[in-house]
């Protein structure tokens, strides 16, 4: 499965079967996370085995999810780009995740901190986790708002790179589906922009790293 393939396939998924998951997998997903920690500084850690953070019983928020027992935690120093930093590399460990055949979901406010499983330094941000296993079913498909709410560029044609990292942006996943961004195209130049409201900087890095692996990081460069 490619990138782009997994990108089409892959939807958030909230409800998961009672599957563990595979050493190989673990190992895998382990060796990615410690590939971007060290490349970055951020502090993404795998937790598995963990059923209290989604414990429907604890509160009724909690029960848009059933049956989560493995997630990553979206852990990183306290910077400026922090959030941005999250979810675009955040984003690499999904698709990495749907091209095993596992499922995920972002989430960014309903779980429970539970103390223990994770390690957070003094300088450091908890923002998130990201659900992950097998799910009970692959999860619907969003709609999304047309490529000229999204995008523009100083052309009256639009290069298809461009187009084609628009049509992959389309489908990075945003909070409560919100897609407030914003790809403008000026030369090969192209610049990201969030829109106000909740979570919109993290859900910036998700669509960056979607429009590079759409558009192609040769053909262009951030402004």
Same mark, same amino acid.
């Given at each position: ?22 050493? %190989? ?26 059923? %209290? ?70 300088? %450091? ?99």
């Amino acid at each position: 499965m490619t990138l782009i393939e997994a990108i089409k396939e892959r939807h958030s998924v909230r409800n998961y079967l009672d599957k563990p998951l595979e050493p %190989e997998k673990i190992e895998a997903i382990e060796k990615l996370i410690d590939e971007i920690n060290t490349e970055t500084g951020l502090h993404f850690q795998l937790v598995t085995d963990e059923p %209290e953070a989604f414990d429907a019983s604890r509160t009724a928020r909690y029960g848009a999810f059933s049956g989560v027992r493995n997630y990553i935690t979206l852990i990183g120093p306290k910077t400026k780009t922090l959030e941005q930093d999250l979810g675009y590399h955040g984003e690499r460990i999904v698709l990495e995740a749907q091209r095993m055949g596992l499922n995920t979901c972002w989430v960014g406010l309903t779980y429970r901190k539970i103390l223990g499983v994770y390690e957070l330094g003094d300088d %450091e941000k908890l923002l998130g986790v990201i659900t992950i296993g097998y799910g009970a079913d692959q999860g619907e498909r969003r709609k999304t708002r047309p490529p000229h709410c999204l995008s523009k560029a100083d052309v009256e044609e639009p290069p298809k790179w461009f187009k084609r990292g628009v049509e992959c942006a389309m489908l990075a996943p945003t909070a409560v589906n919100q897609q407030k961004f914003m790809l403008t195209l000026e030369g090969d130049t192209v610049y990201a922009k969030a829109g106000k409201g909740f979570f919109t900087k993290m859900d910036l890095g998700i669509v960056k790293y979607h429009f590079e692996i759409g558009a192609g990081t040769e053909n262009f460069m951030w402004g």
